[in-house]
């Protein structure tokens, strides 16, 4: 019993703790300084419950849970980052579970991997530039998770960037007049790349497709890495596998518009040019145009992820569909 509370008692020490940095966060505008002590107080944290759920019993808890909370964790640390405190505070708080017998083992497993999570948004969230936070700010948090929908902020550098990790080439920002000619020179210079990931809020569907054709000619793989919305699906259906995991990212879509905001006409050749690509990509054209007409350029039609499957715009959904499906 003294075993359990004194358990008990780190976990609660440990929230407490936590409470008191974030209050220096404040105090000191956020500095390195102390979101590293933040990170190593919440990693020491995420190790005590991990250590205590292996020692009571479990070792596994999904592969569904990898990114459990991640983003609802970047975006409350971005939001205290940026600024916008009353907006994220309600997914900033969150209670230690206990470490003893009134807590399943498997709960206190997928907490550590919450915790851990929470350590990798708060690093990436450090080190980005400040274009970087407010770019994964606007795509994946304002009007989510209810955060309201008015707190889009203005970006220096909206447009795509790259990273290569691995074989993975990560792609995250806009797509912009010229993309196409930038990611045709990374993936000449990174032949060993297998799979693109894809966050966007959209931009140049001439781009994108481009882009698309690119990834298919060289057989690559698509994995949603933040949402994907407007010309990103295009891209996002180049793949030859196209995988959504276990997470808030969806694929969004809507009307067409010019570059001053005016949405073009149903009947306009660039649909059509749309619905001969998504045939040649595999997909059904006749799903991804009425998503697109549903929406005007001002809204967003997120189809669910059977939809997604049942018109072959994505391939691999986890727990919905795919011949390998990972539960």
Sequence with gaps: MMRRNRQFWIGSFSLLMIVSIVVQLVASKAS???WDEAIETVSKSAEEY????????TSWAGTMYNGYKSVEHHCAILGRMLGHLEAIKHIEEFDYPPMDAR???????????????WVGAAQWSKDASRSQRINYWNLNCVGKFG??????????????EFEVEGQQLHVYGDIDFGFADRFAAILKANPSVTEVTLGSSGGSIRDALIAGLMIRQRGLNTTIYGNCYSACPLVFMGGKSRVLWAAPFRLGFHQ????????????????????????????????VLSWMFSASPSEMYEPKAQELCD????????????????R
């Design 50 to 57: 991990h250590n205590y759920a292996v020692a009571s019993g």
């Design 32 to 34: 390195a300084t102390s």
């Design 256 to 287: 067409i518009r010019t570059r001053g905001g005016v949405p073009i006409p149903f009947n306009d050749q660039l649909y059509g040019l749309v619905s001969q690509y998504v045939v040649e990509m595999g997909g059904d054209p006749r799903n």
């Design 311 to 326: 018109a072959l715009v994505a391939t691999f959904v986890q727990r919905i569909c795919g011949v390998d499906m990972v």
């Design 147 to 160: 955060i309201v929908s008015n707190l889009f902020m203005k970006s220096d550098n909206s447009n795509a």
């Design 103 to 117: 807590s399943d083992p498997h709960d206190l497993l997928v907490f550590a991997i919450s915790l851990t999570n």
